[in-house]
């Protein structure tokens, strides 16, 4: 069984870094398209970057220039640096592994943005 488990949240102040990771096991890390997504109560979860089999990248809009996605093929490890964050940007973030009709969540790890 596929496992993707996320790591590095925590409690970081207004204009702090962190860098989160997602560690798969039990797949071909390499075929997958890779992806963080985010949760805050009550609201949809949304898209905050991805990454392709090939390295191309996509954010959304209020992460452009802050965040960066990358991928270790050989560690089997996407990773998320975060920037600059903000207080609203506090929530479970999920790695997504996507191939096909295969689609794959971790369990996700709390950001808090707090002073």
């Known amino acids: 069984q596929v496992q993707l488990v996320e790591s590095g949240g925590g409690l970081v102040q207004p204009g702090g870094s962190l860098r989160l990771s997602c560690a798969a096991s039990?797949?071909?890390?390499?075929?997958?398209?890779m992806a963080w997504y985010r949760q805050t109560p009550g609201k949809q979860r949304e898209l905050v970057a991805g990454i392709s089999v090939g390295g191309s990248t996509n954010y959304a809009d209020s992460v452009k220039g802050r965040f960066t996605i990358s991928r270790d093929n050989a560690k089997n490890t996407v990773y998320l640096q975060m920037n600059s964050l903000k207080p609203e940007e506090t929530a479970v973030y999920y790695c997504?592994?996507?191939?096909?009709?295969?689609?794959?969540w971790g369990q996700g790890t709390q950001v808090t943005v707090s002073s």
């Open positions: 039990r797949m071909i890390f390499s075929v997958y398209d």
């Open positions: 997504n592994a996507r191939a096909g009709r295969a689609n794959f």
